[in-house]
């Protein structure tokens, strides 16, 4: 079983709980994929780089060949987990992605459902398809806490209605920006131990059992 960290916006895996969710998931035997990964923006100058107006966007055709060159194609075991506007490039990777295998489960945390700064308009989540997106995975779970200052906890709701996922709010942890926190391995722990038993038909009644 795979477990894909995706780190934030002008962040990397070396930064906040990354390096200690890594270590974790190492020590319990999974695969751990990191890559660090162009999700910044660009400038047209660098001297400029501190000029608002100098910010160009995300260059998202470089983002997507990273994620195929360091995820490659998803598998049906997978489970991926990205922080803040990782959590949106993971459901972009989700659409543009060619997909043969449903991953296992999808975790978003302190994700936005839009931010205001126009050159990350491409990561907007209304931009795509959540009633295709929904279907990406057999299973997406939004992780937000309530005092969150960056991403107020509403973002997160939106989200879990738009792809109907499991809502789990924290109290305390702010933007997950720390160094650890338990949540995050333990929601993975549980959906990695958790069978998946939904079978397509499952639930309807075999009208030819009489021919058996």
């Known amino acids: 079983m795979r477990i894909i960290l995706v780190h934030g916006f002008n962040a990397n895996p070396q930064q906040n709980f990354h390096p200690w969710l890594r270590d974790e998931l190492h020590a319990a035997g999974f695969e ?56 949106l490039a993971i459901l972009q990777y989700l659409e543009a992605v060619e997909m043969t295998e449903t991953p296992r489960a999808v975790i978003l945390v302190g994700a936005p459902w839009k931010v205001s700064r126009p050159e990350l308009r491409r990561l907007f989540v209304d931009d795509l398809d959540a009633d295709v997106l929904m279907w990406k995975a057999r299973e997406f779970v939004v992780i937000h806490s309530a005092d969150d200052k960056l991403v107020p906890i509403e973002h997160g709701r939106k989200l879990a209605d738009q792809l109907r996922a499991r809502m789990i709010e924290t109290a305390t942890d702010d933007h997950y920006m720390g160094p650890r926190y338990s949540v995050l391995k333990e929601t993975i722990m549980d959906i990695a131990k958790t069978p998946f038993d939904y079978a397509p038909g499952l639930s309807l009644e075999d009208q030819y059992k009489h021919m058996k």
Do not use: C, F, T
Request: avoid cysteine; glycine fraction near 8%; proline fraction near 7%.
């Open 32 to 87: 751990v994929i990191a890559p660090e990964l162009p999700l910044k923006s660009l400038v047209r100058d660098l001297n400029v780089a501190i000029d608002p107006q100098a910010v160009e966007g995300i260059d998202m055709p470089a983002l997507m060949e990273a994620m195929k060159k360091e995820i490659g194609y998803l598998k049906n075991e997978d489970i991926l987990l990205g922080h803040s506007l990782g959590a």
